[in-house]
């Protein structure tokens, strides 16, 4: 069985966990010579923002996916499909404030869509050997909205390769419909890449506790939040989650909420300093081999 990782962040934005994944997988696959594999089960991207690199990826693998899971899979010496190691991504825009201004109605604008926007969702599950197929979700009133931005003429022919296009018209209809796939997409990916790897390197999403949770697998769980680092004892952690979310089931589980039910096992400063970042997770990823071993 490989040895499986959980990188979590402190933040919603900019914990430093793509950072930290990067210089695990870089330790793992040049000082242990082990096959490495990065995992994002959930991931999101906005269209608007990222447009060039996103069209780069999408004429490159055929398919919307994490520019952190392209930028991690460079580091990666196994031959994994993209949309394995990231099963589920989700494609944002924005809207523009031009037609609400020709409207009159600027108010509307910042009062519900001067926030990022759902376009859709790709669910990809691996069906056998290597083939997959992927489901999309789709935002009906904003896919085709001319007052939200996206590029129709690269969107589309991605969605009509799929195997099933799913429209939804409001949170509940999105919710109901992303938990038929989820599990399936994020499991089936995890147990193919399971097969192929010796270290697997779980990054999540925002400050999720846990963006997988139908994927409890886990020997080491590392939180990063800027300029440190935490570690968790696994079986602590998931119990954590388990209590925080008897607790509240009414909304995602944060790190944060795991901060106030679960006490580290150790907290570690981490430089800001690149070589001697790298230096201190290769310290640690040392210590947690032979801990493992034993």
């Known amino acids: 069985m490989p040895l499986k990782v959980f990188i979590g962040g402190l933040l919603e934005y900019n914990s430093g966990k793509t950072t930290f994944a990067k210089d695990m997988l870089e330790v ?19 269209l608007y923002y990222h447009y060039d690199q996103i069209k780069e990826h999408v004429e490159k693998y055929g398919n919307f996916v994490s520019l952190d899971i392209v930028d991690l899979m460079e580091f990666s010496s196994v031959d994994i499909p993209m949309v394995l190691a ?32 759902s376009l859709f969702q790709r669910l990809t599950k691996h069906e056998k050997e290597s083939e997959f197929t992927s489901v999309f979700i789709v935002n009906e009133p904003i896919y085709n909205n001319p007052k939200c931005w996206n590029d129709v003429s690269l969107s589309d022919p991605i969605l009509k390769q799929a195997k099933d296009l799913k429209h939804y018209k409001n949170e509940h209809e999105y919710y109901t419909m992303n938990s038929k796939f989820y599990a399936d997409a994020t499991e089936s990916s995890f147990n193919y890449i399971k097969n192929h ?10 400050n999720s506790a846990h963006p997988a949770w139908c994927i409890r697998e886990s020997d080491v769980v ?38 106030k039910l679960a006490t580290p096992a150790a907290a570690c400063s981490l430089s800001l300093n690149s070589d001697k970042r790298k230096e201190e997770i290769r310290e640690l990823v040392e210590k947690l081999s032979k801990e493992i071993k034993e």
Not at 28 to 46: C, Y
Not at 87 to 108: C, D, I, M, W
Not at 231 to 255: Q, V
């Open 86 to 117: 990231n099963p589920v991504h989700r494609v944002n825009t924005q809207a523009l404030p031009y037609p609400f201004y020709k409207e009159g109605s600027l108010n509307t604008f910042f009062s519900k869509y001067s926030s990022s926007v």
């Open 222 to 259: 590392i939180i990063v939040g800027p300029g440190s680092f935490f570690l968790f004892e696994p079986d602590a952690y998931f119990r954590a989650i388990d209590n925080s979310r008897a607790i509240n089931r009414s909304k995602p589980t944060t790190t944060v909420e795991i901060l």
């Open 28 to 46: 793992f696959e040049q000082d242990k010579s082990m096959k490495t594999v990065p995992f994002k089960p959930l991931s999101g991207n906005n």
């Open 197 to 206: 790897a010796e270290v697997i390197i779980t990054e999540s999403f925002n």
